[in-house]
């Protein structure tokens, strides 16, 4: 034998009867607290062919796997159930379902098993592992040793390597599992579909041993346009950092007070906006240690009814997309996002909303380069355990990860703290502590949620009015509410004191030539019908700021199951081959061209 041997057994057959087996791996929560500022930083790769097995009974934690290291299965003296250094292979990032058709509906465990080298690493004095999402709780395993679990399925996290690293090789154990419980945010019942694996990039980062931790630059809200300021977060000895702006002239020093620092600095840029997309290099050097990002200025806020971007009224013309696709799930590419967004801009688009979870990073910076404004959301969906403390604890987190992730990104214009979830004292508590936690963590950006409206006495009521900056509107007249004249109602009797957003409105079609019926619900014709009249209505109302329909493209949803559905939403203004357009999407290109033609910009 090269190596000693794993004893799977242990103690006796306490395996197969300790349902208390993950109560050694319940600790260590790997949070936000970890962050580190990557912009700028070359970073070693671990995307390609992992080790890779699903696991339905977590038989890997009972009889510890990640123990395991490399010996010739002839070798072997005990009895095993999965060998990760003589497997199956999966390529990550990817979704275990659309890689491999036994494994569509399967909910559970699986296990990522890669090699890694210290001499393929680049030198430094620390090593952070970067990943960029894993659905929805991962654990992490390096040389047999626990590191901690990560919560939430569609933000990064980061594990610090640096002792745990030996020389030769290592073994790196992710145990990712999708199960949808009570107590994680989304919860049980969702309308779109469970993804399970690592499907964003694995990366490691090589550091000196003071670094740099976070760095949000910003326009200062309410300065006129005339003062940029940079708030740095370090980790090491070090009292002060250097900041530069080159293009604006700015190289500046940062005073840290116990690793923290903040510095206003006036400065006139250019204003970052849909019709002038403007971004500056901006750099932060601490020590050794150095970081940059492209960043664009920009101030949005409200007054009264009113969306300001840069002080001036704009009309949110948007629509929502799901992070979604046929063949390979939830993995986004820049290919597919430049398609989602030429999509987007075709139909006369200022704005979209990243629909029900925070998308892939990439998302942002490429909309901060084509000028397109994003709505991000946390996935607080239906119902959530509002009263559990363990599950707002679990939505802050997500909150804290995907606002430290993409604040530096102007498209970014609204942060959502959630969607449809029935008014409740519980839920309004909840989701009023995250919206206090993003304006606290971000005050350049507007806090919104997705509500529904009061049907009782139709009237847009929901308290959590008060507690955001736009109120969004989830509302389906003319599909699960064929009476418009409600919607006529609701517009008249209802006098917000702050902009409204319609999130979500349509209806679900299949176009003829995919099997789809001439008439009726599922009809082409019976969506555009429904477009028209929801453009009818809503164009009277005043305090309508911005209109994202439902939804860019058709989705898979498991709970839609009818002969039109087949396990799929329709509602998408292009088919699930992200090519074919329905006619609503040219309603909705017409309505959005006479709004910038009639001087909404």
């Known amino acids: 034998m090269t190596a000693k041997e794993h004893d799977p057994i242990g103690d006796g057959h306490e395996i197969l009867h300790n349902e208390d087996y993950d109560a050694p791996f319940r600790s260590k929560i790997i949070g936000h607290d970890g962050w580190l500022f990557t ?10 062919d992992w080790a890779f097995t699903t696991d339905l009974h977590f038989n890997g934690l009972r009889s510890r796997w990640f123990e395991m290291q490399p010996i010739d299965p002839k070798d072997r003296v005990f009895p095993y159930d999965w060998d990760p250094f003589n497997s199956e292979t999966t390529p990550v990032p990817s979704t275990w379902q659309t890689v491999d058709e036994r494994h569509y509906l399967f909910e559970g465990a699986a296990w990522y098993v890669r090699t890694i080298n210290r001499a393929d690493l680049s030198t430094g004095a620390r090593h952070f592992l970067r990943i960029g999402a894993a659905a929805y709780e991962c654990k992490v395993f390096v040389n047999g040793t626990y590191l901690g679990r990560h919560q939430g399925a569609s933000t990064p996290f980061f594990v610090e390597l640096t002792e745990h690293l030996r020389d030769g090789e290592n073994y790196l154990f992710l145990c990712v599992d999708n199960l949808r419980t009570l107590d994680r945010v989304p919860m049980r019942h969702t309308d779109w579909f469970n993804y399970g694996g690592l499907y964003r990039e694995v990366e490691i980062f090589a550091t000196p041993q003071d670094i740099v931790r976070d760095m949000f630059v910003h326009l200062v809200p309410g300065s006129d346009f005339g003062r940029i300021r940079v708030e740095v977060e370090c980790d090491g000895a070090l009292h002060e950092a250097q900041f530069t702006v080159p293009e604006l002239g700015i190289a500046s020093t940062i005073p840290l007070s116990k690793g923290r620092g903040a510095l206003e600095i006036d400065a006139s840029p250019a204003l970052w906006s849909p019709d002038s997309p403007k971004l500056y290099d901006v750099a932060l050097s601490y020590g050794d240690d150095r970081v940059s990002d492209r960043v664009g200025f920009r101030e949005i806020r409200r007054e009264g009814t009113d969306i300001l971007l840069n002080g001036q009224p704009i009309f949110m013309r948007g629509v929502a997309v799901h992070e979604d696709d046929e063949h390979v799930g939830k993995v986004s590419s820049k290919a597919d996002l430049a398609r989602r967004f030429a999509h987007a801009k075709e139909m006369n688009c200022n704005f979209l909303r990243l629909a029900h979870y925070p998308h892939h990073e990439d998302a942002a910076r490429m909309a901060d380069e084509q000028g397109l404004m994003l709505w991000e959301e946390l996935p607080v969906y239906w119902a959530i355990d509002f009263t559990n403390p363990a599950t707002l604890a679990d939505a802050t987190n997500q909150l804290h990860e995907v606002v430290r992730r993409d604040r530096n990104r102007a498209s970014v214009v609204i942060w959502s703290v959630g969607n449809e979830n029935p008014d409740s004292d519980p839920r ?7 919206a206090a936690s993003a304006r606290a963590m971000d005050p350049t950006r507007l806090i919104s949620a ?7 006495q139709l009237k847009i ?7 955001i900056d736009v109120i969004g509107i989830n509302e389906y007249f003319g599909w699960y509410f064929p009476n418009y004249e409600d919607l006529v109602a609701i517009g008249k009797n209802s006098h917000p004191d702050r902009p409204v957003i319609i ?3 349509g209806a679900d079609a299949v176009i003829p030539s995919m099997g789809g019926p001439e008439t009726g619900r599922f009809s082409e014709a019976f969506m ?3 477009y028209r009249k929801q453009i009818e209505i809503l164009r009277k109302l005043d305090y309508i700021k911005g209109i994202s329909p439902w939804v860019l493209y058709d989705f898979r949803a498991e709970r839609r199951q009818n002969t039109w559905q087949k396990g799929w939403n329709r509602k998408g203004l292009i088919a699930q081959d992200k090519a074919t357009k329905k006619v609503a999407f040219g309603i909705m290109q017409d309505f959005y061209a006479e709004l910038m033609n009639t001087g909404n910009p």
């Open 503 to 505: 999130t979500e409105m």
């Open 39 to 48: 912009g700028g930083r070359p970073a070693h790769s671990l995307n390609g």
């Open 428 to 434: 309004f508590d909840f989701m009023s502590s995250l």
């Open 450 to 456: 997705a509500c529904l409206v009061d049907l009782h």
């Open 528 to 530: 555009g019908d429904v």
């Open 461 to 467: 009521a929901d308290r959590m009015a008060s507690v």
